[in-house]
């Protein structure tokens, strides 16, 4: 058996081949001869996700029944801090002198206490703002608009820093 090719679903995914411990190279086969085996390990990067995620890992061979096999990894990424109901906020259409805001749950998804110490933004044209909704449990965060805006796509980062080890950051 030859095995020419893994790939991976998306880019967050990688898979190595290897034979009797050795890595193959890129773009080196794995020849398998009778009673021989291989091994096909796959990375998963978590970061940016959460909960359940299924990862398809494709196999390309000379088997003339099946030269694609797929396989699926099912990952589960235990969360520290859940953002709800989008870590991302955007704001379209608005005129130079519009004001508008938008507002995120923070919250902590395990059962340790959380604290948000600070929330800020890199861009002057949005503002942050903390609302404790159930102490060391439950926060808001409402971004606003912050004119006069700049013309045309205008881009921000909002940063919540906690006091969760695992999680110290949310961007």
Not at 7 to 17: I, L, Y
Not at 37 to 46: D, Q, Y
Request: net charge positive; with cysteine; aromatic share 4%.
């Amino acid at each position: 058996l030859i095995v020419n090719d893994v790939k991976t679903s998306c880019g967050c995914t990688a898979a190595m081949m290897s034979k009797q411990g050795e890595a193959l190279k890129k773009g080196q086969n794995l020849e398998l001869g009778p009673g021989e085996s291989g091994e096909i390990k796959a990375t998963f990067n978590t970061k940016g996700y959460s909960g359940q995620t299924r990862k398809t890992i494709t196999v390309f061979s000379n088997d003339p029944d099946t030269p694609q096999a797929a396989m699926t990894m099912v990952v589960t990424v235990r969360q520290e801090i859940k953002v709800t109901p989008s870590p991302s906020v955007f704001f379209s259409g608005l005129l130079k002198d519009q004001q508008e805001s938008k507002t995120v749950t923070v919250e902590t998804a395990t059962d340790k206490p959380l604290k948000i110490t600070k929330v800020e933004s890199d861009n002057p044209m949005f503002a942050a703002e903390l609302k404790e909704m159930d102490a060391g449990k439950k926060y808001q965060v409402v971004v606003s608009t912050k004119p006069p805006l700049k013309e045309g796509s205008v881009a921000g980062k909002v940063t919540i820093t906690t006091d969760n080890t695992k999680k110290p950051k949310v961007e």
